[in-house]
Structure formats: C-alpha cells, structure tokens
C-alpha cells in the first residue's frame, strides 16, 4: 500500500495539467489557460455545482491543485480553504489567488487528516481526490467530520465501467497519472458503499469524450476526429452509464 509520503513526492512533481499552457507558471496567462482548459474539459461542472451559491458560506476545496476551483466560488462570494498534499500545488494556488485579487486560507495539508474542527464547513468539494489518495475511506471521513450538520460534499471518483478505461486498454495509452503511487478505479456500487456515512447520496455519471490537447500522432487523431463525434451523437440514455467521471452529491 502506498504510503502518504509517496503521494506527497508524486503530486509535487506531477501537478495536474500543468503541461496545457505554454505561458510561465504562475504567470496570469497560465492561471487563464488552466482555467479555460479546465472547464473545457470539465463542462458539466458549472450545470451541476453552483459555483455562485455560498456567498458567505463556508467552502473547502480538498484537493485544490492550484485553485482554479477553489477561485470559482470565491469569486461566487464564498469564504474559502483550500488544502493539497503538495507544496507545489498550494504554492500555484497562492500565485492564482494573489493574481486574482482574492483570498483563502490555503495549507498545504492531507486530506486524511484536515486541520479543522467537526464541523467548519458548509460545503466540501473533493474533485478528482479520492482516487489518488492512500486511504480513500480515512478522506471522506475526514471529509464528513468537517462538514457542518445539513452540509453538502460533493466528490468525483473514475468509473471503472466507462468508455476512457475501455479505450486506454484498445488503444494502449496509459491514462494521465496512471504512474501514480495510487490509482483507483470505482463501480458506481463500490463508491456508494464508501459513502454510507451520510444521510443521503446522489451519484450522477458524467464527463463524456471532449477533445484533447494532450494527445498527438494518428490516435490523436483518430480520438479527436472520429471517436468523439461519434460517441456524443449517441443517445445519453444509452451511454450515461459509461461516463468516465462518477460525482456523488452527500448530505450530512
């Protein structure tokens, strides 16, 4: 088992898309390109989080990287915290917020055990984090003991049942991270059962093939030409199932 040190050292070298901007990191520039490739990728975030909706509530990023999420809901008027495992990343973050304008209370810290009281939060947001950590259970505990009574926490996990996990195995391409200490993978069943500690749990399946700017040659183009095209033009109704990202919406 992977230990969290190992976690640490991984994630301080391999911070997530860093590689899509050719702007200087910590540049505004390159802080604009994250965000833009971000929410390209990951459009159905802003239809199923409301990013404008805790003015004046309390918000934690688990996981943040370098805040382009955590930046949305402070902008939204949220009183935000951020925490990463990565000194690196929380470094990035501190950058994008001082860009900006904006503040937060950013720690580098670990996700399994958050320096906050029960209870601190209105609103946890753990996005692409519990499949890369250690102990996956030990983080949404965490995660729900910082969460304030009648509190959401949202997390996204990969599905192992989806068309990206199909494809990497045809295709032979190794998906990002797939070097990682830890890399788990979820059947919808598997991610509600780690997630019976909350009164109530919404699992949506999303994230469907968008092109991508990290991938070259003729299976670059072969994905970006054909195979993208082609899968959204199915029904969602056949396909829902297959989504690559599985989120859960937990109320405390």
């Keep these: 088992?992977?230990?969290?040190?190992?976690?640490?050292?991984?994630?301080?070298?391999?911070?997530?898309?860093?590689?899509?901007?050719?702007?200087?990191?910590?540049?505004?520039?390159?802080?604009?390109?994250?965000?833009?490739?971000?929410?390209?990728?990951?459009?159905?975030?802003?239809?199923?989080?409301?990013?404008?909706?805790?003015?004046?509530?309390?918000?934690?990023?688990?996981?943040?990287?370098?805040?382009?999420?955590?930046?949305?809901?402070?902008?939204?008027?949220?009183?935000?915290?951020?925490?990463?495992?990565?000194?690196?990343?929380?470094?990035?973050?501190?950058?994008?917020?001082?860009q900006q304008g904006l503040e937060a209370d950013l720690r580098e810290a670990d996700g399994e055990h958050l320096p906050f009281a029960d209870g601190s939060f209105d609103f946890v947001f753990a996005h692409g984090v519990v499949q890369y950590t250690a102990n996956d259970r030990a983080l949404v505990e965490e995660c729900r003991r910082v969460l304030a009574s009648g509190g959401t926490a949202v997390f996204q996990v990969y599905n192992r049942v989806s068309w990206l996990n199909a494809l990497s195995k045809v295709m032979k391409v190794p998906l990002e991270h797939e070097d990682a200490p830890v890399l788990k993978r979820y059947s919808a069943a598997e991610f509600t059962a780690l997630l019976t500690g909350f009164s109530s749990v919404r699992i949506v399946e999303e994230r469907f093939p968008v092109k991508s700017r990290l991938h070259g040659g003729w299976k670059g183009l072969v994905f970006n030409t054909f195979f993208v095209g082609t899968f959204n033009a199915l029904p969602r109704s056949w396909v829902r199932r297959f989504g690559w990202h599985l989120l859960a919406f937990c109320a405390k």
């Design 1 to 98: 088992m992977a230990t969290t040190s190992q976690v640490r050292d991984y994630w301080n070298a391999h911070i997530h898309d860093l590689d899509i901007s050719t702007h200087q990191p910590g540049t505004r520039e390159f802080f604009q390109d994250l965000d833009q490739y971000h929410f390209e990728k990951l459009h159905h975030l802003p239809r199923l989080v409301d990013f404008d909706g805790y003015r004046g509530r309390r918000v934690l990023d688990v996981g943040c990287g370098a805040g382009t999420d955590l930046a949305r809901f402070v902008k939204g008027g949220a009183i935000g915290a951020g925490i990463d495992v990565s000194p690196s990343a929380i470094a990035l973050a501190r950058q994008n917020f001082a």
